[in-house]
């Protein structure tokens, strides 16, 4: 024990330091005597050439100007910064966009939707109508009132209000109108009718075709067919009356002893009471025009009548002479 005790001081002498323990107290239970565990001690090797001070001594080839030293500009850690955040950016906005919420649909806009749609069923069938689209066409069909007995509905059809068949649109726009007209034409008909077509101020190019019209009397339930009682067309024009010519072999005898041609709103007033029908002001001003035309023939003629017996009677004399 002595000599171990000897070895440790001789150590520290050669040193100047204190030597490393080679064991560590253990807390045991109460009363019971500590106890400790020994370590075993790292192997080291120092050299007694140097001092300590020579150990931490930089040598004068070893010497550092710091100015001359290329260090990073502050705009160089600003890039660097901005090539990492870049990325970051555009990956929050592609996660922002890939948890972007679904828009709500309020009652307001479910009304609306239901405005701009509507289901109706046609022979038996579920059709929908874009009712948007035709919107500023819905003027074509219109109620008039009521004849005879105050039963009999009367169903005005203005071809003026028809679009342009020179719209990119057009076929749509006709498919949807056919729906709307045959459903509307069942929900004003409830017994007898007559259908009275405004034929006049309409431009060929808005003039039905035949296939549409042929369509038309074909999608027609069979009771609105037997249920019309007149067909009366208002200021015909050739076009129609050639159109009604060619459909004639496709459509009923029945139906073809319906149509009427009637050539001004004074007849039309002598046929139906016109207290609720909706005339529109190009056919009125239409009919102006060729009620006056046909006035100014009816002088001119006349004027070419009275002239002629002069000259006849003028004319035996010039023989007789």
């Known amino acids: 024990m002595d000599q171990t005790h000897e070895r440790k001081m001789s150590f520290e002498g050669a040193e100047g330091r204190p030597a490393p323990p080679t064991s560590l107290p253990l807390q045991g239970q109460e009363g019971m005597s500590s106890q400790r565990k020994k370590l075993s001690a790292p192997r080291i090797s120092l050299s007694l050439d140097q001092s300590e001070d020579d150990l931490f001594d930089t040598p004068d080839d070893l010497d550092i100007n710091v100015d001359d030293l290329d260090t990073p500009d502050e705009a160089d850690y600003t890039d660097h910064e901005i090539d990492w955040e870049e990325p970051q950016v555009s990956q929050r906005d592609s996660v922002k966009e890939a948890v972007e919420p679904i828009p709500t649909y309020s009652a307001q806009e479910e ?27 819905q003027k074509v069909i219109s ?8 039963t009999s509905a009367i169903i005005v059809f ?7 068949s020179d719209r990119e649109d057009y076929h749509e ?13 069942e929900l004003m008909v409830a017994e007898d009718y007559m259908i009275v077509y ?30 019309l009682k007149s067909f009366i067309i208002v200021h015909p024009s050739w076009f129609i009356r050639t159109i009604l010519a060619i459909t004639k072999p496709f459509i009923s005898s029945k139906f073809s002893s319906k149509i009427k041609y009637v050539n001004s709103l004074a007849e039309l007033e002598e046929l139906i009471p016109m207290q609720h029908v909706h005339i529109p002001e190009c056919i009125i001003r239409l009919d102006e025009e060729l009620r006056e035309a046909a006035e100014s023939s009816k002088i001119h003629s006349f004027l070419q009548g009275s002239e002629i017996p002069q000259e006849s009677i003028a004319q035996p004399n010039a023989s007789s002479s």
């Open 143 to 150: 109620h008039g009132g009521y004849y005879g007995n105050g």
């Open 158 to 164: 203005a071809a003026c209000f028809l679009p342009d």
């Open 173 to 185: 726009i006709m498919e949807n109108l056919f729906l709307y007209v045959i459903s509307t034409l």
């Open 111 to 137: 009304r609306q939707d239901s405005k701009l749609w509507r289901t109706v069923i046609i022979g038996e069938q579920e059709h929908r109508i874009n009712m948007k689209s035709i919107e500023p066409y």
């Open 198 to 227: 405004l034929n006049g101020a309409t431009p060929h190019r808005r003039m039905p075709g035949l296939n549409w019209l042929k369509r038309c009397y074909q999608m027609i339930d069979r009771r609105l067919r037997k249920n």
